[in-house]
């Protein structure tokens, strides 16, 4: 079926508005994660989950980003009163399995903090 | 579309050589290694992987070399072509109960016809 698709492809926002970036990964893909990808890096870490469950969060940079995927498909990283520091392309990846290393990643999203 | 890395390491080749992209890794208990192409606007894009047990494997058009002696990993791409132009990243999987990615400094790959 379809790749990984991610909403929206581009969000412009002001310091202190909240944001949620959307993920759809591909259907069945039990494991996923999200990654923060700032202009020039490799994409880092941010949270994963294993169907509905968020089993690791360590990679959420403060108390402000918050992740969930309720019915174990389309999951939603929010981010709440934006910095500028926020800004970064945000990546969405499935796989098939928590064995799967190969990861599907979506296009991104790039959130720009005014 | 806009770019990945502006201050990345760049590789520049003509079109029809072949490429070495290098990557040093952190985590010698990682279970596999994995090469990744992220062209301008999209994400990254699975190449080939190797497991740690092993020292080389050979896709199409492309080769891992893993030397776990110096932690150092590489991608050689045969006969190099436009196309292959865009930022490659190694990345590893430190064994954690899933398969969480942690990539290396990528390198942006300039081909001319």
């Known amino acids: 079926g379809a790749g990984v698709s991610q909403s929206p492809r581009y969000k412009v926002a002001k310091r202190g508005q909240d944001v949620a970036l959307r993920c759809d990964p591909i259907?069945?893909?039990?494991?996923l994660f999200w990654y923060q990808q700032a202009l020039g890096q490799g994409p880092e870490f941010l949270t994963y989950?294993?169907?509905?469950?968020?089993?690791?969060k360590s990679g959420l940079p403060s108390d402000r980003f918050f992740a969930e995927r309720p019915e174990g498909s389309v999951s939603t990283l929010k981010i709440q009163r934006t910095q500028q520091e926020d800004s970064a392309v945000y990546l969405c990846?499935?796989?098939?399995?928590?064995?799967?290393?190969?990861?599907?990643f979506g296009p991104g999203t790039r959130l720009t903090v005014t | 579309g806009e770019s990945v890395g502006l201050h990345l390491p760049t590789l520049s080749v003509q079109e029809g050589d072949n490429s070495i992209i290098n990557c040093a890794y952190s985590?010698?208990?990682?279970?596999?290694f994995i090469w990744y192409k992220q062209e301008s606007g999209k994400g990254p894009q699975f190449i080939i992987d190797?497991?740690?047990?092993?020292d080389k494997r050979q896709g199409q058009r492309v080769t891992v070399l893993l030397n776990k002696t110096v932690k150092h990993l590489s991608l050689q791409i045969a006969a190099t072509q436009p196309g292959d132009s865009a930022v490659y990243f190694c990345?590893?999987?430190?064994?954690?109960?899933?398969?969480?990615?942690?990539f290396g400094t990528g390198t942006r790959l300039l081909v001319s016809p």
């Open positions: 985590n010698s208990a990682s279970d596999y």
């Open positions: 990846a499935s796989s098939l399995d928590p064995g799967s290393y190969e990861q599907y």
């Open positions: 990345a590893e999987t430190p064994n954690t109960g899933f398969q969480k990615l942690v």
């Open positions: 190797i497991r740690s047990n092993m």
């Open positions: 989950f294993q169907n509905e469950a968020q089993l690791d």
């Open positions: 259907s069945g893909h039990v494991s």
